[in-house]
RNA sequence: GCCUGUGUGAUGGAAUUGGUAGACGUGCUGGACUCAAAAUCCAGUGAUAGCAAUAUCGUGUGGGUCCGAGUCCCACCACAGGCACCA
């Protein structure tokens, strides 16, 4: 048993000292540019999932560097968001102290697994010279229109006192306190990301994520193809416009439903009969919270308006108006046509209101006897339309609607504008300042950035406001265009903003005078690997991908995306199967790992646990058995001849290993990576001696993922350190065996495995096999239909 | 409900993309070394039958294509993740 803390110790300060890590800004080199999500420094440090992603791309960054690029592999910190500001209201201190604090440790941890970060680029998003830059860009926002101001629904908990994230809300139930989530209104900073839903969706052919990332932001964007229709209301010059993807069913139509914010309401309140009803309606449904309103009622309500009637204009039948919350306000008019009979909650709906049905398609043959007809059909009742599929049908209805000026072909999207602010003390400040003559002023370029004042006491106000507006030091300035007394924006950032630009900050991370340099910009260019969690697929990623179009479309960065590829890895679950969690009692800590059985075993085992995109059950066994491995390469040093050729016995095998292990890490296949090495020692200890080169060669492949042993039994036969040496090259003539075990088939059953030279012939290799004593049993006395003969694989014989 | 994945020994997982299923690791069994244990080393380890050679079965289930299917096609089941009253 080698000893692994010295070791790893006196390698960790080798690297450290010689600046391995570092990158170089100015390098004739290609480059590479390697990410991981920035983690957000908890108190709780580090886990063995931060192990396993950090491992993966140290790995492949070291074998990177060994082929001569020039490598970018840096590490920041996400240090604005809640729970620092809740210890900081707890412990009355400066929340920025207690994230010192947990980057320290955090630091301390990752250096201890010999992880190379570029650690002369790091820096946190809380960062004055940091957050000024994202004060700028949200400044950019604002110049170009992109960020307005509106009324929105935020999560209230009346007993706190305070706004909630959806995450921190999850069943209606304030996560802190238990009490009963309820909506609350305020005027909140957006940013007008919808605008770019199909840039979004465009940019992903720019990029190689994998296809359950790309079709989750596809999902989240949702686009749908339809058309709007304009209805008349009777009665009235107002016409009520409706967006559908079946504008085909409009003969089916035999009500309307529009949402309950619908302006219609207001604007006709005297003509509503009802009115006192429709208002009780509208307060209930405003009283739901997101989660009552799309998970627990499922069972249609809704108020007809009296009074209200609207016209179809391709038959002109008079068509009554509800309102119902099924209907939201948010996406497409706020107003639907109703078709009850191919719709399945308009048949609901209509059912509960007995609403009559009209059918305008056929059946077909399994048609539920209770619901809507949802499929395609040959429409009936229905016109021009009559005998039409739907493709046929949609096509020729948005035909007619145009000619007639009563809708056209329309595009929607799910996609929502991004509100961008937080009642929050403990994130970046909006840096706008509203004077009551000028309205929103932006703070000139020059003011930023806006700075968080350093007071250590925060006090919660009762309206839920940011504590910032407690703070009149703050809050009171001067308006920078007509110089009268105004208030600053008290509102925060959310955490997101942090961690939408800030790989484009380490390309540059010190500069003073822009973002980002050009220079440096143009050459790191795009990300070439992004590991993170499948949990950002949607929400970071998009906002991230948003964040940069936008720079790129106002000239500030040359690369539309920002991500070539999105690598995400599995999980690490508890020795039991389920997640880790401090209530289970199944946290296992990289610390006491590292302290027990070394830094490199560590990183053996998590590369060898499983499949890189996979989730995998923790096992202390596992991770004894690749401390075995690295005991046996260890112990393997005392064979070593002084010969600086491959043994003749190895030279295939040897080859063939540089070969998979180069492949593997590329691919980020790096548990066969690692049974590719294991099965390279087996043989090596089969031997009775190996030389120099072998061993070298063997230390050489293993080194991205165990670097600290191999670099310290490398030192012993070699005066050059692996961190400075090239990664092997091999002989792809080298790599093919000359004896192979060629399988014989019988009607597809295998029936014997015979030894033969490499790239023997078809005619030698079908002798061969027939002279095989147990497959002459089954092909003696029977009738030889065809032989397939895959040369260096199989024979297969067909009998009768 | 929709979308995306995944189902392989006791166990984590391999399988060069249609060509010898179970590599490699863990666990287990037996043996060597030892007074004994640990560590280390050697052998075995999908199921059934057989002393054995070998045979039959076997990659969630049922069908299909093919000389040949873990891999391709159809239907279904289970689990995981994402979205969800989105018109």
Not at 47 to 68: C, E, I, N, P, Q
Not at 121 to 138: G, I, L, M, V
Not at 582 to 606: F, Q
């Amino acid at each position: 048993m080698y000893n692994h803390k010295r070791i790893e110790q006196k390698w960790q300060k080798y690297w450290l000292d010689n600046e391995i890590y570092k990158a170089d800004n100015n390098s004739d080199k290609e480059k590479f540019y390697y990410l991981i999500e920035f983690p957000y420094p908890s108190g709780a440090g580090l886990h063995v999932g931060h192990v396993r992603s950090y491992t993966a791309l140290d790995a492949v960054s070291r074998k990177k560097r060994m082929m001569g690029y020039n490598v970018l592999f840096p590490i920041g910190w996400d240090a604005f968001g809640s729970p620092a500001e809740q210890y900081a209201i707890k412990n009355h201190i400066h929340p920025s102290k207690a994230v010192t604090e947990n980057v320290k440790e955090f630091k301390s941890q990752i250096q201890k697994l010999g992880i190379l970060f570029d650690w002369s680029r790091e820096f946190s998003t809380a960062d004055k010279e940091y957050y000024k830059w994202t004060q700028w860009q949200f400044l950019k926002f604002f110049e170009h229109g992109m960020a307005y101001k509106a009324k929105k629904n935020i999560n209230w908990c009346p007993v706190c006192k305070v706004g909630l994230s959806n995450e921190d809300s999850s069943g209606g139930v304030c996560e802190r306190c238990g009490s009963k989530v309820v909506q609350k209104e305020k005027e909140q900073w957006m940013l007008k990301m919808s605008d770019y839903a199909e840039q979004l969706i465009e940019g992903l052919d720019k990029t190689e994520f994998q296809e359950r990332t790309k079709t989750a932001q596809i999902n989240w964007i949702g686009k749908s193809l339809g058309a709007e229709i304009l209805f008349d209301i009777k009665d009235t010059t107002d016409k009520l416009k409706v967006f559908t993807t079946r504008p085909d069913t409009l003969f089916g139509v035999t009500f309307m439903v529009i949402a309950p914010e619908h302006p219609l309401i207001k604007k006709y309140e005297d003509k509503i009969s009802n009115i006192k009803e429709v208002k009780d309606y509208q307060e209930f449904a405003n009283s739901k919270t997101e989660f009552e309103r799309t998970n627990l009622v499922k069972e249609k309500t809704g108020v007809k308006l009296q009074g209200i009637t609207a016209i179809n204009p391709i038959n002109n039948t008079e068509i009554p108006v509800y309102i119902s919350d099924y209907v939201m306000m948010s996406y497409g008019t706020g107003a639907i046509m109703a078709v009850p009979a191919h719709d399945e909650r308009d048949y609901e709906f209509a059912k509960k209101f007995n609403i009559p049905i009209i059918e305008v398609l056929q059946q077909d043959e399994n048609k539920k006897t209770d619901g809507a007809m949802t499929s395609d059909g040959l429409h009936i009742n229905s016109g021009f339309l009559n005998g039409l599929n739907k493709e046929d049908a949609i096509k020729k209805m948005i035909e007619y609607l145009e000619a007639n000026k009563i809708g056209n072909s329309k595009v929607n999207y799910k996609l929502q504008d991004w509100v961008f602010s937080r009642q929050r003390f403990w994130g970046e400040p909006i840096p706008l300042i509203h004077c009551d003559k000028c309205g929103w002023v932006a703070v000139p370029y020059d003011k930023l950035p806006v700075e968080l004042p350093t007071v250590t006491e925060y006090v919660p106000t009762d309206d839920g406001e940011s504590p910032l507006a407690k703070i009149d030091s703050f809050v009171n300035t001067t308006c920078p265009k007509c110089g009268a007394p105004a208030k600053r924006e008290t509102d925060t950032m959310p955490n997101w903003a942090g961690s939408s630009w800030y790989w484009l900050r380490y390309m540059d991370p010190h500069n003073d005078k822009e973002f980002v340099g050009k220079d440096a910009l143009n050459y790191w260019g795009m990300v070439d690997y992004y590991n993170g969690g499948m949990e950002h697929a949607t929400r970071h990623l998009l906002y991230a991908r948003f964040w940069h179009r936008f720079l790129y479309n106002i000239g500030l960065v040359p690369t539309e995306e920002p991500f070539k590829k999105r690598v995400s890895h599995g999980m690490i679950l508890g020795e039991n199967g389920e997640k880790m969690s401090k209530s289970k009692g199944n946290v296992v800590n990289p610390d006491d790992m590292v302290e027990l059985y070394g830094a490199d075993a560590l990183r053996c085992y998590e590369m060898f646990i499983g499949d890189y995109e996979k989730e995998a059950s923790w096992s202390e066994a596992g991770l004894r058995g690749c401390r075995k491995f690295l005991d046996r390469v260890d112990r393997l040093q005392e064979k070593v001849k002084d010969v600086n050729n491959y043994s003749p016995n190895l030279e295939i095998i040897i080859n063939q290993t540089i070969k998979k292990v180069s492949y593997d890490l590329d691919n980020m296949k790096y548990n066969t990576a690692v049974s590719a090495l294991m099965i390279l020692l087996n043989k090596m200890e089969e031997q009775e001696s190996i030389t120099k080169k072998d061993y070298i060669t063997f230390l050489t492949l293993l080194n991205p993922i165990a670097p600290h042993i191999t670099e310290e039994l490398n030192s012993k036969f070699n005066d050059i350190p692996i961190c400075k040496s090239s990664w092997p090259e091999y002989d792809e003539n080298k790599t093919k065996d000359k004896t192979i075990s060629l399988a014989v088939s019988v009607n597809g059953k295998l029936r014997a495995t015979i030894k033969v030279e490499a790239d023997t012939s078809e005619e030698e290799l079908k002798k061969l096999a027939f002279a095989n004593e147990n497959v002459k049993k089954f092909t003696l006395d029977k009738e030889i239909i065809k032989v397939i003969v895959v040369p260096n694989k199989i024979v297969n014989i067909v009998v009768k």
